[in-house]
């Protein structure tokens, strides 16, 4: 009886390590399977998969994505319009910002898209932060009027040129002067701005 609890434990013992090893590659493989998303065309189809992201950086470049087929591709700003994973990250295929576009061989590049409407906000995240003065990644943010034109408006960068961009907009253009808004509220300036917009637009 003995010899045999002995074997057993031995044989317990020596299989161990297996059995680690399946847990932890099994974990791997489900880490490398992505996070569920999709994938616009330019025809402005969908195509549901999952997105195999990178960082905050790279993630404007090229991201991973894995079809219902299994199929993995790696889709460039050039390809497709843009992509989105999770419950509210979305990116979409815009002109390489001005400020860095003799940086980049690409003519365009996937921007987190953080605010839709008449006027659209965007963050474009860059290797050093010599704009926002912080050490490690920083980033700016770009917004698109009605009229098409894009604009700088990272508040850090200066409220009166910030104000400047809202100018038709009265009202909202001396509360970014008046530094009643703070940089990370430039979601609530343009859900603001475009609320204004369509009450004009209705008249």
């Excluded at 195999?52 to 087929?69: C, L, R, S, T, V």
């Excluded at 365009?108 to 490690?136: C, D, I, M, Q, W």
Aim: aromatic residues 14%.
């Amino acid at each position: 009886m003995r010899t045999i609890i002995f074997i057993c434990g031995w044989m317990a013992y020596m299989l161990a390590p297996c059995a680690l090893q399946g847990q932890q590659a099994a974990v791997a493989e489900q880490a490398d399977e992505g996070i569920p998303g999709y994938v616009l065309s330019w025809q402005g189809d969908s195509i549901r998969g999952h997105i195999i992201p990178g960082d905050a950086f790279k993630n404007q470049h090229h991201i991973g994505f894995i079809d219902e087929k299994g199929v993995r591709v790696t889709y460039h700003p050039d390809r497709i319009a843009g992509y989105g994973y999770g419950d509210s990250v979305r990116y979409l295929s815009r002109p390489t910002p001005y400020l860095y576009a003799g940086l980049f061989a690409e003519s365009h590049v996937f921007l987190k898209n953080l605010e839709n409407g008449p006027a659209s906000l965007y963050r474009f995240y860059s290797r050093r932060s010599a704009f926002t003065l912080k050490k490690g990644p920083g980033y700016f943010e770009l917004v698109q009027k009605p009229d098409g034109s894009w604009h700088e408006v990272s508040l850090i960068f200066g409220w009166k040129r910030t104000a400047q961009v809202f100018a038709e907009y009265p009202a909202l253009a001396a509360k970014i002067r008046n530094k009643e808004f703070r940089p990370e509220q430039m979601q609530e300036v343009i859900r603001l701005y475009n609320l204004w917009y369509r009450q004009q637009s209705a008249r």
